[in-house]
């Protein structure tokens, strides 16, 4: 099945309004990491957070590890926030093999 | 800092065709990953090789062979190219002691006539 689900599948957002964005995974994850897709296709890195808080600029991670889920929060939306968003699993007897959701497709719209 | 450059941007072929693409890294990393990505879809991990001269198969190996030549540089072929198997190819690269913190490429996208 599954091992890693996002939701929403899709989210379009007016300008300054926040979004919060789901992760949950099925199986022990070891490590989980948040990817920015942007629409040209180049994938970055956000974040690396199996656990707890993280925040950079207008972005927050939380991850609760024993209930497999994490979140990510985007504050004041930007037009330049539009995107896809991966949240990825490094399952703990799989070294180095990343297990991505399918992604939230972001749209902000001025 | 370093970058990751994948080639060709764009690739054409036929079915049945032999296709191969590449990918270097000059970030100096060991470990390097092929993914291939579907539209609309999350990535699926093809081939890694955790260091130079090392190949391991992910979940969608089959129908590809991968070459680790040196440490900087990582190839993808695709044996038999199939109409379905039009989608963007990611390479990436990371540290063996840091593996989460992966870089990608731009990517290739694959189209089969």
């Known amino acids: 099945g599954q091992q890693v689900q996002q939701s929403p599948a899709s989210l379009v957002l007016q300008e300054g309004e926040n979004a919060e964005l789901q992760c949950n995974f099925s199986s022990t994850a070891t490590r989980l990491q948040w990817f920015y897709q942007h629409p040209g296709g180049r994938l970055v890195s956000l974040f690396y957070?199996?656990?707890g808080t993280k925040h950079t600029g207008r972005l927050t991670s939380t991850t609760v590890t024993n209930e497999r889920r994490s979140s990510l929060h985007i504050s004041s939306s930007q037009t330049t926030d539009s995107g896809t968003y991966f949240c990825a699993i490094e399952r703990s007897s799989s070294f180095s093999k990343l297990v991505f959701g399918q992604g939230t497709s972001l749209s902000v719209v001025p | 800092g370093g970058i990751i450059t994948q080639t060709p941007k764009f690739l054409i072929g036929q079915e049945g065709q032999k296709l191969t693409l590449k990918c270097q890294q000059n970030f100096n990393h060991d470990t390097m990953y092929w993914y291939r990505q579907d539209s609309g879809k999350g990535l699926r991990l093809i081939y890694y090789?955790?260091?130079?001269?090392?190949?391991q198969k992910g979940d969608l190996s089959e129908g590809y062979d991968a070459s680790r030549e040196k440490k900087s540089s990582f190839s993808l072929t695709v044996t038999s190219a199939q109409k379905n198997e039009m989608a963007v190819f990611l390479c990436?690269?990371?540290?063996?002691?840091?593996?989460?913190?992966?870089?990608f490429g731009p990517g290739t996208r694959l189209t089969v006539l």
């Open positions: 957070n199996p656990s």
């Open positions: 090789s955790i260091t130079e001269n090392d190949l």
């Open positions: 990436a690269s990371s540290n063996w002691v840091s593996s989460y913190e992966q870089y």
